[in-house]
């Protein structure tokens, strides 16, 4: 099992930015990426990333404004959220997996973080 700890995150206008981070400590997981849910959603893939970024994926709704970073020294993810939007609303969860190759399901991940919640203001 691997512990997750979140930070970042807050209340932002509309074309803003904002940084996410998480730090993993256990096990050294391969792949590391993010979700959110917003109020009366489910929640949903944003983002994932292999060991050293190199492969990386993003949902649709964000791709050219959202960037996924790794540091493997500190076993960690980054999300980079740049021109937010009030739909980018919603508690963002890291999450980590025992895959190495990137998945887009919640299923794939076994270990999760605490959330972290993201507001967007118009």
């Known amino acids: 099992q691997v512990q997750l700890v979140e930070s970042g995150g807050g209340l932002v206008q509309a074309g803003g930015s904002l940084t996410l981070s998480c730090v993993a400590s256990?096990?050294?997981?391969?792949?590391m990426g993010w979700f959110r849910q917003a109020p009366g959603k489910e929640r949903e893939f944003v983002a994932a990333?292999?060991?050293?970024?190199?492969?990386?994926s993003y949902v649709e709704s964000v791709k050219g404004r959202f960037t996924i970073s790794r540091d493997s020294a500190k076993n960690a993810v980054q999300l980079q959220m740049n021109s937010l939007k009030p739909e980018d609303t919603a508690v963002y969860y890291c999450?980590?997996?025992?895959?190495?190759?990137?998945?887009?399901?919640?299923?794939?991940?076994?270990?999760w973080g605490q959330g972290a919640q993201v507001t967007v203001s118009s």
């Open positions: 999450a980590a997996s025992r895959d190495v190759v990137l998945a887009r399901t919640e299923s794939s991940y076994d270990s």
């Open positions: 990333a292999n060991w050293d970024a190199v492969a990386v």
């Open positions: 256990g096990r050294v997981s391969a792949i």
